[in-house]
């Protein structure tokens, strides 16, 4: 069965600081692979997708970067981190060709940006 | 642009009453997504309607799909305490630069 996991649970970072989460999938090969944040209270935002690796499309221009190094693994990051930036981090995979199929969400992280 | 609208966002109800929660969305699709997210958790997948006049149920709930209306119902059956949760739904655009969009979710109070 498929797994998907990230990291951390939970983050406090000021300003101004770097910003890196990780997502992984385990049990599936060549995932879609996404990541959406929610604001609280909030429906969510689609931030990245990536249908393969190093194959990364953003939908809202921001200071947030994704990169893919494997098939299965997703990294959120940012250089300095603002307000803003603060909510819930959600990574999501699925499987199908243009991307349309469920999608499967993660555990979360929630970023708080002092 | 794909807009998914939900009615109503905040739904207080008592247990036993029975309600539906209404999904609309602006564009042509075939595909409609609903998922519940407790609070502080992450979003769980409920039900997938692939084609017009497809009904899921599980439990209590049952979701049905129009597209011809671009139409999607959360229906509640007999609701009970545990029920209580955001109800999100999501259209596949066909557009793969826009991927699933989200409706802004419908937060469900059950009382007891």
């Known amino acids: 069965s498929q797994t998907i996991h990230q990291w951390p649970a939970t983050l406090v970072q000021p300003v101004g600081s770097p910003l890196s989460l990780e997502c992984t999938v385990e049990g599936t090969s060549n995932p879609n692979l996404y990541w959406y944040r929610q604001a609280a209270g909030r429906g969510l935002q689609l931030l990245f997708y990536?249908?393969?690796?190093?194959?990364i499309s953003s939908e809202v221009p921001q200071n947030l970067s994704a990169s893919r190094p494997q098939d299965r693994q997703f990294i959120l990051s940012s250089k300095k981190l603002l307000l803003s930036d603060s909510g819930f981090y959600l990574c999501a995979w699925s499987v199908g060709s243009g991307g349309t199929d469920t999608q499967y969400f993660g555990p979360g992280t929630r970023l708080t940006v002092l | 642009e794909l807009k998914v609208e939900q009615n109503p966002l905040f739904l207080s109800m008592q247990e036993g009453k029975n309600y539906t929660i209404y999904c609309n969305y602006s564009?042509?699709?075939?595909?409609l997504y609903w998922y519940r997210q407790d609070p502080g958790k992450s979003l769980e997948s409920l039900f997938v309607?692939?084609?017009?006049?497809a009904v899921k149920q599980e439990g209590r709930l049952m979701a049905s799909l129009d597209t011809k209306a671009r139409l999607s119902t959360l229906h509640i059956t007999a609701a009970v305490h545990d029920l209580s949760a955001t109800y999100f739904c999501a259209v596949d655009s066909y557009n793969y630069g826009q991927n699933f969009v989200f409706g802004p979710g419908t937060r469900l109070s059950v009382l007891p």
């Open positions: 309607l692939l084609s017009n006049g």
């Open positions: 564009t042509t699709s075939d595909r």
């Open positions: 990536s249908i393969g690796i190093d194959q």
